[in-house]
């Protein structure tokens, strides 16, 4: 299994930058793909951004140009957030995927659970 936890969430006005952080603990050694998504009340759960193991980087529409995710071993990764809109506000999600089979003596997860998650609020 792996356990994620997400810090950093504050409350900032329109125009300020965040950095969030998730740790992985458990069957690291398995992760391949990390993530961020974002979640309001009464939505759905949506892709911020999105790094797979010597892949292309994807980010969500809305963010382009202003979020970038960076990692460095499969233990953490992180969400630099800068020019922050009230609309960026929400639960903030991290995940990973990974590798299939078993590695070492590990048997890999299908899934990770979702985390608390950090809250963001962006002020105008």
């Known amino acids: 299994q792996v356990q994620l936890v997400e810090s950093g969430g504050d409350m900032v006005q329109a125009g300020g930058s965040l950095s969030l952080s998730c740790a992985a603990s458990?069957?690291?050694?398995?992760?391949?793909?990390v993530g961020w998504y974002r979640q309001v009340p009464g939505k759905k759960r949506e892709l911020v951004a999105y790094?797979?193991?010597?892949?292309?980087v994807e980010y969500g529409q809305s963010v382009k140009g202003r979020f970038t995710i960076s990692r460095n071993n499969t233990k953490k990764w992180y969400l630099q957030m800068d020019s922050l809109k009230p609309e960026d506000t929400a639960v903030y999600y991290c995940?990973?995927?990974?590798?299939?089979?078993?590695?070492?003596?590990?048997?890999?997860?299908?899934?990770?659970?979702w985390g608390q998650g950090t809250q963001v609020t962006v002020s105008s």
């Open positions: 790094l797979p193991s010597g892949g292309r």
């Open positions: 995940n990973a995927e990974f590798t299939t089979g078993t590695i070492l003596t590990t048997v890999c997860p299908d899934i990770a659970s």
């Open positions: 458990g069957d690291t050694i398995c992760i391949s793909a």
